[in-house]
């Protein structure tokens, strides 16, 4: 049997990685991005325009992936968007459009695709945190609120949905590279380095190889549960 995967923000970034691991494993894979773009040297099944910050583009953007691909069996939920700046300076619009794609996107989404996943009597949810929601970070109010809330959020519905044997659980990277981090500056990358026990940033495919992990045969008795690949800067939280 064969399971269709929704990978949101698969277009780039750690999305991608993830969307060229659980293709490789033979997941049916279908990324969604606010461009709609198929990650670049990925083969996936499908890539859609979705904005997740948009609860009518979520719905109609399910509902196009449950008609070409079938019934979704695995969302990732890893769109997210950073808008750094100290909470004196933050906008309305920086507070507001943070946590409408990370938080409350990630939410809609999962209730989205619950229905599937009960009547299946099987389902696999995995959010993207951060280390940061953890942690804290100057500048990052509105995003680690974002990501804190993305823990609540998975051990709630765990909580919800345990019993019909679909897992939620949360992975919580440290400073990947990809797009977002290249955006920082020099003094802070260096800074961050310091802070991190491994030394160095993740590679995307490392993020990507623990979400292989929760999303497969292997994790059906884990949920509930956050995943820290950050080299250690969170030491387990
Ligand atoms: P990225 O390189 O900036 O890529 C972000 C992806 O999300 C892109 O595919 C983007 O495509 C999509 N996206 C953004 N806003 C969207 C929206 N409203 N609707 C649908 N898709 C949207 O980010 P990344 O570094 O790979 O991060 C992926 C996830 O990991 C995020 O949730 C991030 O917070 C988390 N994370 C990253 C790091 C890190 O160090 N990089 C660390 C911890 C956690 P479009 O622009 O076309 O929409």
Known sequence: MTTVALVTGGSRG?????????????????????????PSGVEVA?????????PESIESGLAQVAEQFGAIGILVANAGVTRDTLLMRMSDDDIDEVLATNLAGSIRLARGVLRGMVRAKSGRIVFLSSVVGMLGSAGQVNYAASKAGLIGA?????????????????????????????????????????????????????????????????????????LPVDGGLGMGH
């Open 154 to 226: 998975t051990r709630s519905l765990a909580r919800e949905v345990g019993s019909r044997a679909i897992t939620v659980n949360v992975v919580a990277p440290g400073f990947v590279d990809t797009d977002m981090t290249a955006a920082l500056d020099d003094d802070r990358r260096t800074e961050i380095l310091a802070a991190i026990p491994a030394g160095r940033y993740a590679a995307p495919d490392e993020v990507a190889a623990a979400v292989e992990f929760l999303v497969g045969p292997h994790a059906g008795y884990i949920t509930g549960a956050v």
């Open 14 to 38: 750690i999305g991608a990685a993830i969307a060229a691991r659980l293709s490789s494993a033979g997941y049916i894979v279908v990324v969604a991005s606010r461009s709609g773009d198929a």
């Open 46 to 54: 499908g890539s859609i325009a979705m904005d997740v910050s948009d």
